[in-house]
């Protein structure tokens, strides 16, 4: 049996404040994390605490099963200068 590490099965759920839900499955974390930025920003607030992220604005939020926030909203890279 050929091993595809590439291929999950990761679910992302999106709610916003006005109680609009969608949720979408992901068999690649490329595309769950596209849809997740998408969403609410590339750089929410992480909750770790209820293990949700937040937009900016703080009108949405999104959800995720198989996979981690972190993987989807990667840390900022600060610019080095020289």
Known sequence: MHDQ??????RVTYST???????RRF???KG???YAQRKIGVHPEISVTFH???SAYGDAKIEVRGATLA???P???AKQTA
């Open 27 to 29: 068999k690649t974390l």
């Open 5 to 10: 590490p590439d291929k999950r099965d990761i």
């Open 17 to 23: 404040f006005d109680r609009y839900r969608e949720s």
């Open 75 to 77: 840390p900022r890279v």
């Open 71 to 73: 993987e989807l909203f």
């Open 52 to 54: 949700y992220a937040v």
């Open 32 to 34: 769950a994390r596209a």
